[in-house]
C-alpha cells in the first residue's frame, strides 16, 4: 500500500503540532509548514524520518504553490490529507480593532486557506479518497461578539469546505471541517492584542475555562489531532470539538433571535457584575 501523506499549515504550534505527531506515530509522511521556523526545526527534529519541514506563511500563494511542489517530490504526486489549519485571531469590538489587525485575520484566515486548497486540488485530485480539512471555530456556529471578524473569517472558512464537499466528489475527493471550541494553544495568547481594549471574557480564554464542564471547557489540541485522524477515517462535513458544540449551531438555525437576545443577557450580567462593588 502507498504511503500516505499529510500537508499541515501552522504545523509548529497547538493544533498542527499535534496533528503531525499523531499521523507522524501512525506511519503517515508528514509536512510541516509553519512562519515559525524555530518550532519546526524543533518538530522536526522530534519527528526525524518520514517528514518533510519548510517556512512557508499561508498568505504567500508562490511560496505555497513551490511547498506543495517540492512535498509532491517527496510523495510521488499524492497527497491524503491537505490540512489548512493555519489561522489567527485578534479580539475586540469591532470599532475597536486597528485596521491592519482585521486585514491580517482575512488575509491568513481566508485567503491562506483559498491559497493552499487552490494549490492541492491537482494533488487531491490524483489520491484515491483523498481529503481536504479546514478549521473552523465554535465561532462559526454564531457569529462571536468580541470576535467579529474572526468569527466572520471562519464561517467564510465553513462555507468554503461545504461547497468543496460537493464539488470535490466529481474527483472522488472530500472535504470537510473541524469547529473547535476553547483550544488550549497559543492562540489565546495572540488574542491579547492590546490590554484594555479586548473584552475580560476573552482574555487568558483556555486558562480561565479549564475548571468548566459544558461545551465551552478547555481541550487539548490532541482531541482536535484525534478529530483529523477520524475525519479522514469518516465521511462526516462538519465536525466539532466538545461534540455538543453542534446544538448551538442547530439552536442558531432555528431560532437566531433567541440565541442573540441571550447572548446580549449574558454581556450585561457580565458587565453589571464588573462594576458590582
Ligand atoms: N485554540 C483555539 O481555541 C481554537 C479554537 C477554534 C479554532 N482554532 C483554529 O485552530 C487553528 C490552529 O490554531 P491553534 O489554536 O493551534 O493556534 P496556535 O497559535 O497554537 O498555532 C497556530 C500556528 O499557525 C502559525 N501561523 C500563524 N500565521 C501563519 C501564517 N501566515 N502562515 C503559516 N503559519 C502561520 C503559527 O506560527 C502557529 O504555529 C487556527 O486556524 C485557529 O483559528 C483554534
Redesign the pocket.
Known amino acids: 500500500m502507498k504511503q500516505k501523506s499529510i500537508f499541515i ?9 499535534a496533528t503531525a505527531l499523531l499521523f507522524h506515530s501512525q506511519g503517515w509522511f508528514v509536512g510541516c ?4 521556523s524555530k ?1 519546526l526545526d524543533v518538530l522536526s527534529e522530534e519527528l526525524g524520518t518520514r517528514c518533510v519541514a519548510g517556512v ?4 504567500d500563494k508562490h511560496a505555497f504553490d513551490d511547498a506543495l511542489a517540492h512535498f509532491a517530490t517527496c510523495t510521488e504526486g499524492h497527497l491524503d490529507l491537505m490540512f489548512n ?5 485578534f479580539a475586540g469590538y469591532l470599532d475597536d480593532v486597528p485596521f491592519e489587525k482585521v486585514r491580517s485575520m482575512v488575509e ?2 481566508i485567503m ?1 486557506v483559498l491559497n493552499g486548497i487552490h494549490a492541492a486540488i491537482p494533488l487531491l485530485k490524483r489520491t484515491a479518497h483523498s481529503l481536504c480539512f479546514t ?5 462559526a456556529t454564531f457569529g462571536a461578539p468580541g470576535m467579529a471578524v ?1 468569527s466572520a473569517t ?1 464561517y467564510a472558512v465553513k462555507g468554503l469546505t461545504e461547497a468543496l464537499s460537493v464539488e470535490l466528489a466529481r474527483y472522488g475527493s472530500r472535504a470537510a471541517d473541524v ?10 495568547d ?1 488574542v491579547r492584542y492590546a490590554e484594555g481594549a479586548v473584552p475580560t471574557r476573552l482574555q487568558n480564554m ?1 486558562v480561565a475555562n479549564r475548571d468548566r464542564t459544558d461545551a465551552g471547557r478547555t481541550l487539548p ?1 490532541e482531541d482536535v489531532a484525534a478529530c483529523v485522524w477520524d475525519a479522514y477515517h469518516g465521511d462526516q462535513v462538519h465536525w466539532y470539538l466538545p461534540p455538543e458544540l453542534v446544538d448551538r449551531d442547530r439552536a442558531k438555525a432555528t431560532d437566531p433571535e433567541k440565541l442573540r437576545d441571550e447572548l446580549i443577557a449574558q454581556a450585561a450580567d457580565r458587565s453589571a457584575a464588573r462594576h458590582r462593588p
Open positions: 499549515t501552522g504545523a509548529a504550534g497547538g493544533i498542527g503540532r509548514y509553519d512562519i515559525d518550532a512557508l506563511d499561508v498568505t489549519n493555519a489561522g489567527i485571531a491568513v484566515n491562506g478549521t473552523s471555530s465554535s465561532a474572526y471562519k469547529s473547535p471550541g476553547i483550544i488550549d494553544t497559543t492562540l489565546w495572540g483556555a489540541p
